[in-house]
């Protein structure tokens, strides 16, 4: 386990820079390296952008409407629509990461007994999109008044859009820490540390952050898939958060419906991030009709 960080303290250095030949994540995501110029124009757009003031996110609150139908993606199906998102329709990757971000705070803070000044949210940031989810909500959080820590595996690496977001973070003074006893503290944890291209067993800090996670007695929000679930099979790698709620962008994952999930995967909640249906659909392994 790490030390306590003060505010801002492991925010002086730069992420390290990657030196790997295939540019991917510990979650398995590739990164998207956007110029300074998107990086520029992004932070303009959306560094104080209010959460009532966006757009373009269509996630329902609960209470306010079901979803006609409910798209199913297997991990390469999720990994293209990601992909044809940002190479085909133009739209940037910290855009795509900003919305998931919103509407993962939106339905977190649905999810908070008042008053939620009240309220210690540990966020569990990994290193690659994921995590840069989880940095982005930390930021939304803060400007609502909501007490927020970062548990970081580890910086994201430089030029990635999850740094992008650490140094939002770090800008607006947020804890981040590497000791897991903070989540003790919590009143509610984000699960925010390994993504959907995971694909061999977990190890290491990972896997010891996810056993904190489940020793830990707070309700948990797991962002897009708990983390060391096998997106396809549903079964853990090596071991797998116990989250009371998932939030899943643009559909359910195609393990979900699997048996072993049933433990790991509490209630979902789909996100949608405003990538046309036309091209999701197209992606998709199955469509049901209806909430599932």
């Not at 959306?46 to 306010?64: A, D, F, K, N």
């Not at 140094?167 to 903070?182: F, N, P």
């Not at 067993?201 to 060391?228: C, E, F, K, M, R």
């Not at 419906?257 to 992606?283: C, K, N, Q």
């Amino acid at each position: 386990m790490g030390t306590h960080a003060q505010p801002g303290s492991q925010c002086a250095a730069k992420p390290p820079t990657h030196d790997g030949p295939d540019d991917i994540a510990d979650d398995g995501e590739p990164y998207s390296n956007p110029t300074k110029d998107e990086q520029h124009n992004h932070a303009q757009s959306v560094e104080h952008r209010p959460l009532s003031g966006h757009q373009t996110l269509l996630w329902i609150p609960s209470g306010m409407g079901t979803p006609k139908e409910t798209m199913i993606f297997d991990r390469a199906g999720i990994r293209e629509v990601d992909h044809q998102a940002i190479e085909q329709l133009g739209i940037p990757g910290l855009q795509l990461m900003e919305d998931a971000a919103i509407g993962c705070t939106r339905l977190l803070l649905e999810m908070m007994p008042p008053p939620i000044e009240a309220q210690h949210v540990v966020i569990v940031c990994g290193r690659g999109n994921n995590g840069g989810d989880g940095y982005a909500m930390a930021r939304h959080l803060k400007q609502r008044s909501v007490r927020t820590t970062i548990l970081a595996s580890d910086p994201p690496r430089t030029g990635s859009d999850a740094a992008h977001n650490w140094q939002q973070a770090c800008q607006l003074d947020i804890t981040i820490t590497q000791d897991h006893r903070i989540l003790d503290e919590a009143t509610l944890i984000v699960d925010a540390l390994l993504g959907t291209g995971l694909d061999r067993p977990v190890t290491g800090n990972s896997l010891d952050l996810i056993q904190s996670i489940n020793t830990a007695q707070a309700p948990v929000l797991a962002v897009d898939l708990p983390s060391g679930l096998d997106t396809d099979t549903g079964r853990p790698l090596g071991d797998a958060v116990h989250a009371s709620h998932t939030a899943s962008f643009v559909g359910w994952k195609k393990g979900f419906l699997e048996p072993p999930a049933a433990e790991f995967i509490g209630t979902v909640h789909v996100i949608d991030l405003g990538i046309p249906a036309s091209l999701t659909r197209a992606l998709s392994v199955e469509i049901r009709s209806g909430q599932l």
